[in-house]
């Protein structure tokens, strides 16, 4: 079945600081990729998708590629903020249509 | 409201006892997701609706989870006889159509079984 794999976290950096949030999936067929975060007492929110090989999902300064050859789907920006504390979810939206999610990781930013 | 709304926010129920969980689309999304979040995992889905059609229910663990949503807009997930393992964080999602990948997600119902 479909599986969503994240790095092991939580992860701390400092403000300004570069972030790779590793992402690697198992599905049959072209899923549809996704990041969602939950920030502090919110709910899910999306973040950015991408639907296709090589489509690049970009907002709020992240970004990720999708990458069919290594069937991965790895977060990056380039200078996090404090702001961006949060819960990071990598899913994807295959065959059977379900969302498949990963484990999460926790995102701590310090000024 | 502007987004999706649950409720209650924290329930705590003896073991055995029942639950109901509601769940308050964004108005006019035609589907709704139920998932349920253990500590430290993902959301796992449970079920979904289009309006009022039960169209998946595959991800319900068991006979004693039973989900409804009979006029197409408000949702409840109900759990019969709970058990520890049911301790959990229920989140509820809508979108505008089953193909519309943006969903929107309540801020879920944390469940405590004692």
């Known amino acids: 079945g479909d599986s969503v794999t994240q790095m092991e976290g939580p992860v701390t950096l400092s403000e300004e600081a570069f972030l790779t949030i590793n992402c690697t999936y198992t599905?049959?067929?072209?899923?549809?990729l996704f990041w969602y975060v939950q920030y502090p007492g919110e709910g899910l929110q999306l973040l950015l998708k991408?639907?296709?090989?090589?489509d690049k999902g970009s907002n709020k300064g992240f970004e990720a590629t999708y990458r069919k050859e290594t069937t991965s789907f790895h977060l990056e920006k380039g200078s996090v903020q404090v702001s961006d504390s949060a819960v990071y979810f990598c899913a994807l939206r295959g065959a059977n249509s379900k969302l498949t999610f990963g484990k999460g990781i926790t995102l701590s930013v310090r000024p | 409201g502007a987004g999706v709304s649950q409720s209650p926010r924290y329930k705590v129920a003896k073991r055995g006892q029942d639950v109901a969980l509601r769940c308050d689309p964004i108005s006019g999304h035609v589907s709704l997701f139920w998932y349920q979040q253990a500590l430290g995992q993902g959301p796992e889905f449970l079920t979904y609706?289009?309006?009022?059609?039960?169209?998946?229910k595959s991800g319900l663990p068991s006979d004693r989870f039973f989900a409804e949503r009979p006029e197409g807009s408000v949702s409840t997930l109900k759990i019969q006889r709970t058990q520890q393992e049911d301790s959990a964080v229920y989140l509820c999602?809508?979108?505008?159509?089953?193909?519309?990948?943006?969903?929107?997600f309540g801020s879920g119902t944390q469940l405590s079984v004692l």
């Open positions: 609706f289009q309006n009022e059609a039960q169209l998946d």
């Open positions: 599905a049959t067929g072209y899923p549809s």
């Open positions: 991408a639907t296709k090989a090589d």
């Open positions: 999602a809508s979108s505008s159509y089953f193909t519309d990948e943006k969903l929107f």
